[in-house]
């Protein structure tokens, strides 16, 4: 096999476009978790009650966080395929999504420990 056989996968730990690809399936992943977390322990009937205007900016960075991240990793899945170089906005989507995940997570616990 040939090193430019389509078939032929790279080494992720030396493909920077495949560890970012990694990273924002992950941060998506994550993202989605703690938004799940966020509404289920906000609507818990035996729990404390939260404020729902307090839960709204929650949901909406958390929902932030996680539609910047799995539209990164599309945008990496269809860039490579189509052969062309990446956006130059995806540093700007990490940098956003991982700002929104560490806001939202972040509002989320300081209200619940203000409950608590």
Known sequence: MSEDDPLVTRDSAADPEAMLYDFFKYLGTLSLLVLGAVLTLSQSPTGPVIATTKVLPMIGLLSLSAALAIISAHDIARD??????????????RILAMAALGGGTGTFLGVWTDIL
């Not at 490579?80 to 989507?93: I, M, Q, T, V």
């Open 80 to 93: 490579r395929a189509a052969g062309k170089p990446l956006s130059r906005w995806l540093k700007y989507y």
